[in-house]
């Protein structure tokens, strides 16, 4: 266990920024989106708090804190299908693969 409880992960997704990318819904939680009014406890324990979310249904798949993950985050697909005229990533989900 990482001891992040449900209501970290609550204000996660109540202050956290929500990025889309490699077939996954990230929400990420800036020191800058944390409310001044939070405890400093509070928000030291929330600041850099990732959640890996299922795009369809908003399950979270995963939890981690890492406080430069926004970086790695954003960062765009580099591998593109040659077949395709490099236009898409090599890897593209169905939906109904997610089931």
């Known amino acids: 266990m990482r001891r992040i409880n449900k209501e970290m992960i609550d204000m996660a997704l109540k202050y956290g920024i929500r990025v889309y990318n490699a077939g996954a819904k990230f929400v990420f939680v800036r ?7 939070l405890p400093a406890r509070i928000a030291e324990k929330i600041e850099g708090l990732v959640l890996v979310l299922n795009p369809v249904d908003n399950t ?5 804190k890492n406080r430069k993950e926004l970086k790695r985050i954003k960062r765009k697909v580099k591998r593109y299908d040659k077949e395709s005229g490099g236009k898409f990533p090599r890897r593209i989900f169905k939906i109904s693969e997610l089931f």
């Open 31 to 37: 020191k800058k989106d944390i409310p001044d009014d």
């Open 60 to 64: 979270v798949i995963t939890v981690y």
